[in-house]
């Protein structure tokens, strides 16, 4: 097709030859799927706005917006522009918003992590209160990481700063380690199956809580039992630590659950924890980020910021 073309060849399309303001009328033209909509957003003129819609179409030779009924649809080609788009133009704030040095009261920046709500919980308060002291102006977007996400963390981390995850998922990227923590089993508080310890035995036959259940989703934990052999009888998936808890008290299910989130939990929750009845290796969180932004001050110190948060919110567990 013509315009997957376009879109594979871009990279060798002569940007000088190009109106890059065509890519804000794109991304509103994306977003809003109306040409009447997207000139509001921008504030033109609706013949501006088309008259833009056809050099875009004709730079693609494709449609992009595709009338049906009394609305338009995107084409699969502007269905695979829409995130490229807003990718591209956070770029371009960025670049042309950067400063030779950083001053970290003037900024007015939002700093983005992508992690899970067990490493917001452990972390997230901390992270804002440091964050709010040195850089009041600047704002944190703490967004929940997925499956889909981290598998393509290359692209990912081109528009979120941090993603916050164990080691086991993302490779060859830059990183810092965060903390250590410990895996422990959770058991509902009135399981009478389960005495003081759980039986690799009961492993295989109690019913499950999974976290994050599949072919490439699946804790460095969970993975490290399956190498030992033991198939969990997953019930219930969830993609939220925190729902863990909940799922396990009052049933006959068990758990996988990061040691300093269980601490964090009240004492009402309705579970207890105890340990493994297998060798499991520690779990190390880290922080990872696209080598571009290596060298931006900003990221250097939201870097640093996250570091310090760390150590003032855990302790190494003993």
Do not use: C
Request: hydrophobic letters at 45%; a negative charge.
């Amino acid at each position: 097709m013509a315009g997957i073309d376009a879109v594979d060849n871009l990279d060798a399309v002569n940007l000088a030859n190009l109106d890059l303001n065509l890519l804000v009328s794109l991304d509103a033209l994306l977003e809003q799927r109306s040409v009447t909509r997207a000139a509001q957003q921008l504030g033109l003129s609706q013949p501006a706005l088309s008259a833009s819609l056809g050099r875009l179409r004709r730079h693609f030779g494709d449609e992009l917006l595709a009338r049906v009924g009394n609305s338009y649809r995107l084409s699969p080609l502007a269905a695979q522009l829409k995130p490229r788009v807003r990718l591209a133009l956070d770029g371009i704030e960025r670049v042309f918003t950067a400063q030779p040095e950083f001053d970290p009261a003037e900024s007015t920046r939002e700093f983005s992590i992508l992690i899970s709500d067990y490493g917001a919980a452990v972390l997230g308060d901390t992270v804002a209160q440091l964050l709010a002291e040195e850089a009041p102006g600047a704002r944190l977007r703490l967004s929940h990481n997925t499956p889909d996400a981290v598998d393509s963390a290359d692209q990912t981390l081109l528009n979120t700063d941090l993603l916050v995850i164990p080691h086991g998922f993302v490779t060859d990227l830059p990183h810092a380690d965060l903390h250590r923590d410990r895996w422990v089993m959770v058991v509902s508080a009135d399981n009478e199956q389960v005495g003081e310890a759980l039986t690799v035995d009961q492993l295989r036959t109690l019913p499950w809580v999974a976290t994050y259940h599949g072919p490439t989703a699946s804790t460095p934990a969970a993975r490290q039992m399956r190498q030992l052999g033991i198939e969990p009888r997953v019930q219930v998936v969830t993609e939220s630590f925190l729902t863990v808890p909940g799922l396990v008290a009052g049933s006959d299910r068990i758990a996988l659950l990061q040691e300093r989130l269980v601490q964090l939990l009240p004492l009402d929750v309705g579970v207890r924890a105890l340990a493994p009845p297998f060798e499991l290796g520690p779990l190390v969180e880290a922080m990872w980020w696209h080598p571009v932004h290596d060298r931006d001050p900003e990221h250097a110190f939201f870097r640093d910021l996250v570091l310090r948060a760390t150590r003032q919110a855990t302790d190494p567990v003993a």
